[in-house]
C-alpha cells in the first residue's frame, strides 16, 4: 500500500489539494491438491498517518495604518482528510473503508506598527494509528478461492487538503503582499493482508484418523506492496519566506 503528499505555496484565497495512490496485490489461492477447502479468511494488520506541517501567512503591512493600530491581516486555516479503502475484485466480493477524523490547523498574524512586516506558522498536527480487520467474503463460494491463479485486492489512499489563506490583499502591489503556504501534508497506509485456508487433509475424512481443522496462513507480504510511514512526507523541506 502506498500513500502521498507534497507542499503548497503562493496561496490565495480559497485553495484545495487532492491526493490520490494505490496498489495492486496478490495472494496465493488454496492448491486442491492439499485437501478439501472448509473455510477461507481475509484479514489485514496495517498502519496510517497523516499531517500537516509549517502551514503558514506572511504580511507585508504598507497600507499607512495607525501607529499602535491592531490590523488583523494574514492568516491560514488548513483542513485535511483522509480515506483508506479496501477491496477484493478477483473473485468479487466485499470492501471496506475506512475514513479517519479530519486534522485542521491555523494561524492569523497581527501587525501593531506602520510598515510593518509580519508572518504566522500554524501547530503542526499529526495522526496516525492502525486500521486492522478483515474483508467479509460469505457471499461468495469456496470454489471461488481454489487454483493456480492469484487472489486480487486493491488498496487505495486518498486524500484532501484545503482552506483559506486570509490575505486582505486589495491588489495594489505598493500595499499589502500577503502570501500563504504549507511546506508539507500527506497521507499514507502500508501494511499486510493475510489469506488463511482451513482444510480437511487427504485420508482424513471417513478414516477414522487424522483430517479435520488443519490451517494454514499464506501471508501476503511476500507478494503484498508494501510501505512504510516514511511515504507520508514528514520531510521537512526548505523555504524561502514569500
Known amino acids: 500500500m502506498s500513500g502521498g503528499g507534497g507542499d503548497l505555496s503562493g496561496l490565495t484565497g480559497n485553495f484545495t489539494s487532492n491526493i490520490l495512490d494505490f496498489a495492486f496485490m496478490a495472494l ?19 498502519t496510517y498517518s497523516m499531517g500537516i506541517y509549517e502551514a503558514g501567512a506572511s504580511d507585508t503591512f504598507e497600507e499607512g ?10 492568516g491560514i486555516s488548513a483542513h485535511l482528510v483522509g480515506s483508506f479503502y479496501l477491496q477484493l475484485f478477483d473473485p468479487s466480493s466485499s470492501s471496506m473503508t475506512v475514513n479517519k477524523p479530519a486534522l485542521d490547523t491555523d494561524c492569523y498574524t497581527q501587525v501593531r506598527a506602520r510598515n510593518g512586516d509580519s508572518s504566522c506558522v500554524a501547530p503542526n498536527i499529526f495522526d496516525s494509528g492502525a486500521i486492522n480487520g478483515s474483508l467479509p467474503i460469505g457471499g461468495l463460494g469456496l470454489l471461488a478461492f481454489i487454483g493456480s491463479d492469484p487472489i486480487n485486492l486493491l488498496a487505495q489512499v486518498t486524500g484532501n487538503v484545503s482552506g483559506t489563506c486570509d490575505s486582505n490583499d486589495d491588489g495594489n502591489p505598493n500595499h499589502d503582499q500577503d502570501v500563504c503556504w504549507i511546506t508539507s501534508y500527506g497521507v499514507g497506509w ?3 493482508v493475510s489469506v488463511t485456508y482451513t482444510f480437511d487433509a487427504e485420508g482424513g475424512n471417513g478414516g477414522g484418523t487424522g483430517g479435520g481443522g488443519n490451517t494454514v496462513p499464506e501471508p501476503g507480504s511476500c507478494l503484498l506492496l508494501v510501505t512504510g510511514l516514511a511515504m507520508l512526507g514528514l520531510r521537512r523541506r526548505g523555504r524561502t519566506k514569500l
Open 28 to 46: 496465493p489461492r488454496f492448491d486442491n491438491s492439499m485437501g478439501t477447502l472448509s473455510g477461507v479468511q481475509l484479514t489485514y494488520a496495517t
Open 65 to 74: 495604518g495607525t501607529f499602535g493600530g491592531d490590523h488583523n491581516d494574514a
Open 190 to 192: 502500508g501494511g499486510n
